[in-house]
């Protein structure tokens, strides 16, 4: 069975700052990994998705790379801004289809 | 304008009753799917379709239904509501079936008393 872990569950640093989340498979056979931001009380928004033949994607100040070879995802945020605070989720699938999410990551950036 | 819509965004009712999840996608995606998401905020597929065919069906209660009138609709009937039923309910879409990019609606917050 497939199991995602996002470290750390939650984050808080000052405006400004630049920051790395982490995600990992116990099973490294994902064929690709998506990042979504969750803000409270609302749904999933897509970030990044990275193919299976990508080692990362860039989108503005996020910038995620996979090392399939691991089954470890990062996701970095450079020179963060209050309005990155949300709850970042990274989900890959491994069964056909099926995506398999992390519990999140929970960032809180202080102005 | 909306991608992936859901309603009814709150949904209250008591234990026993039966209702119904309606989505809808005007992405021309192919693949639909319904999540649920826990009060730890964990999410787990629960089932998905492909073309109005059901492609996924994880270990879900019989309670929970979803019918598929047409691609662009993904609707999920639950009957006899039990409290460890609420939770929140997403609906998603996908360009195809298989490891592509998923959109995800605004979900729906099912209380049940």
Redesign the interface.
Known sequence: KQEVTQIPAALSVPEGENLVLNCSFTDSAIYNLQWFRQDPGKGLTSLLLIQSSQREQTSGRLNASLDKSSGRSTLYIAASQPGDSATYLCAGPLDFNKFYFGSGTKLNVKP | DTA?SQTPKYLVTQMGNDKSIKCEQNLGHD?M?WYKQDS??????MF?Y?NKEL??N?TVPNRFSPKSPDKAHLNLHINSLELGDSAVY?C?S?HR???N???????TRLTVL
């Open positions: 992936v693949t799917y730890k905020k964990f999410l787990k597929i998905s492909n492609i996924i994880e997403f998603a996908s079936a298989g490891y990019e998923q959109f995800f609606g605004p979900g």
